[in-house]
T-cell receptor
Framework: SQTIHQWPATLVQPVGSPLSLECTVE??????LYWYRQAAGRGLQLLFY??????ISSEVPQNLSASRPQDRQFILSSKKLLLSDSGFYLC?????????????FGSGTQLSVL | GQQVMQIPQYQHVQEGEDFTTYCNSS?????IQWYKQRPGGHPVFLIQ?????EVKKQKRLTFQFGEAKKNSSLHITATQTTDVGTYFC???????????FGQGTRLTINP
C-alpha cells in the first residue's frame, strides 16, 4: 500500500534561518506531489506542485522554493525564514491519471518562526 | 483566477443536530472533492462528485453537486462528537491541474 512520510512533525526556527522540509512517498511511482500551507484556523494554500522529477510549478511567489530530486521525494526549502512563514505545512500526493485525482496528505509539519 | 468560497467559516451545534456546509465556485468545475481534517490532524479525502446534480451518501453524510457544477454541499444528519473537525471542499476546473480548496468550515459539537 502507499504511504507518505513527512518530517519533522514540529519545528521552531529563528527568523532568517534556513528551512528544509522533506516528504517521501512509498508504494507508488510517478506521483504528482504537492506542498500546501495552512495558516492557523484557515484553509489550504497551494505552494508548489510537481508532475515529475525536476518539474516544479510555483503558485505563490515568496521566499520558499521546492525541489524534486527523485521521483518520490519532494523538498520544501527557504534560505531565510520570515515570521510570516509560520504555519502548518502539508505534503500531498496523487496518482497521475485523469483530472479526477484525489489527494493523500502527509501528517504535516507545524513550523513556528520566532 | 478560480475561487472557491465556503460557508459558514464556523458552526457550533448540539450533538444530534444537523449540520450543513456550502461551497461555491466562481467557475464551472469538472469535479468537486470533500475532505475532513480532525483537530491536530491532516485532511483526509471523503468523496468526489463528478456529474451535474449528483448526490452521494456515506452513512449520515450527504453530498450534493449542483446542476451547474458551480456549487456543492455537505449535510450531516444527527451529528455525533466524532464529526468534529474542519470540512473542506476542493474544486478543479475543466482540464486544470490545480485543485482549489475552500476556506473550510470548522464544526464543533456540544455533547
Amino acid at each position: 500500500s502507499q504511504t507518505i512520510h513527512q518530517w519533522p512533525a514540529t519545528l521552531v526556527q529563528p527568523v532568517g534561518s534556513p528551512l528544509s522540509l522533506e516528504c517521501t512517498v512509498e508504494g507508488t511511482s510517478n506521483p504528482n506531489l504537492y506542498w500546501y500551507r495552512q495558516a492557523a484556523g484557515r484553509g489550504l494554500q497551494l505552494l508548489f506542485y510537481s508532475v515529475g522529477i525536476g518539474q516544479i510549478s510555483s503558485e505563490v511567489p515568496q521566499n520558499l522554493s521546492a525541489s524534486r530530486p527523485q521521483d518520490r521525494q519532494f523538498i520544501l526549502s527557504s534560505k531565510k525564514l520570515l515570521l510570516s512563514d509560520s504555519g502548518f505545512y502539508l505534503c500531498a500526493w496523487s496518482v497521475r491519471q485523469t483530472r479526477n485525482e484525489k489527494l493523500f496528505f502527509g501528517s504535516g509539519t507545524q513550523l513556528s518562526v520566532l | 483566477g478560480q475561487q472557491v468560497m465556503q460557508i459558514p467559516q464556523y458552526q457550533h451545534v448540539q450533538e444530534g443536530e444537523d449540520f450543513t456546509t456550502y461551497c461555491n465556485s466562481s467557475t464551472t468545475l469538472s469535479n468537486i472533492q470533500w475532505y475532513k481534517q480532525r483537530p491536530g490532524g491532516h485532511p483526509v479525502f471523503l468523496i468526489q462528485l463528478v456529474k451535474s446534480g449528483e448526490v452521494k451518501k456515506q452513512k449520515r453524510l450527504t453530498f450534493q453537486f449542483g446542476e451547474a457544477k458551480k456549487n456543492s454541499s455537505l449535510h450531516i444528519t444527527a451529528t455525533q462528537t466524532t464529526d468534529v473537525g474542519t470540512y473542506f471542499c476542493a474544486g478543479r476546473n475543466q482540464g486544470a491541474q490545480k485543485l482549489v480548496f475552500g476556506q473550510g468550515t470548522r464544526l464543533t459539537i456540544n455533547p
